[in-house]
């Protein structure tokens, strides 16, 4: 006899999809969580994030299943009524407007200064150190970008497994390492340069490599690449 699959509240917290969200940025979840966010519960026998995961496995890609009618789905996906095919539709073609408004305004970073540029308001007034991971595609263009800690920056607060974890579940091609300076000056400390070198080469290892780290300042940056301190 097969084990009992675990219910949706019987998951421990930190895998509950709603939970994750909440605690952790809409981010954090992978396709299947966000499609088991917007169903809200599974079947007898499957959570809501194996429900989604099946879902995407028989159908391949979220394009192919925006492409289904409700109908469809009804037809296709055990578990699957008008409501949440309804539900699914709902959420796919809000996501396929939001892209057509905004997806041709994803910005391309082929250098330092377009990244100071987009990012430079965001630190501004900030009187903590926050770190930011900014993740790109294989064009370098922007996928997402999301805080990774809050507080001086040191090995023991940064781990790499924070900063690819984003990366891993977003398909990123690469990324970028953002942090300010509230004191208003760039330059960077031993500890930015140790936090750098260790992010780099597990970005090697992993094949997700670290483009740059960016230290914003007040009106003015820092880049370990283009000062040739990446490693």
């Known amino acids: 006899m097969s084990p009992r699959k675990l219910s949706l509240k019987e998951l421990p917290q930190e895998e509950r ?16 969580e966000l499609l088991a966010v917007v169903m809200g ?25 925006s492409q289904l009618s409700v109908s469809e789905m009804c037809s296709k996906f055990y578990g699957i009524g008008p409501a949440r095919a309804a539900q699914l539709k709902a959420a796919l073609e809000l996501s396929r407007r939001y892209a057509k408004q905004y997806g041709g305004e994803r910005p391309r970073f082929s250098s330092s200064r377009p990244v100071f540029h987009h990012f430079h308001a965001r630190f501004q007034g900030k009187h903590q150190e926050e770190l930011w991971v900014a993740l790109l ?12 800690s809050r507080g001086t920056l040191n090995g023991s607060l940064v781990h790499p497994r924070e900063v690819f974890y984003a990366a891993i579940r977003n398909s990123a091609a690469a990324i970028i390492l953002l942090h300010n ?30 483009l740059d780290h960016i230290i914003i300042g ?11 301190n990446m490693g």
Not at 51 to 63: D, H, P, S
Not at 137 to 148: K, Q, T
Not at 218 to 228: E, H, L, M, P
């Open 218 to 228: 007040c009106d003015s940056y820092f880049s370990f690449k283009d000062s040739g």
């Open 41 to 65: 519960s599974g079947t007898r026998n499957e959570t809501a994030v194996q429900v989604a995961q099946r879902i995407l496995k028989e159908t391949g890609t979220l394009k192919d299943l």
């Open 137 to 148: 595609d294989v064009r370098n263009r922007l996928l997402l970008s999301m805080e990774v």
């Open 17 to 32: 999809p709603r939970e994750k969200l909440i605690c952790l940025g809409e981010s954090s979840l992978s396709d299947a």
């Open 181 to 210: 300076h509230p004191s208003g000056d760039p330059e960077p400390s031993a500890e930015d340069r140790k936090v750098t070198l260790q992010i780099a080469e597990a970005g090697k290892v992993l094949g997700i490599p670290l």
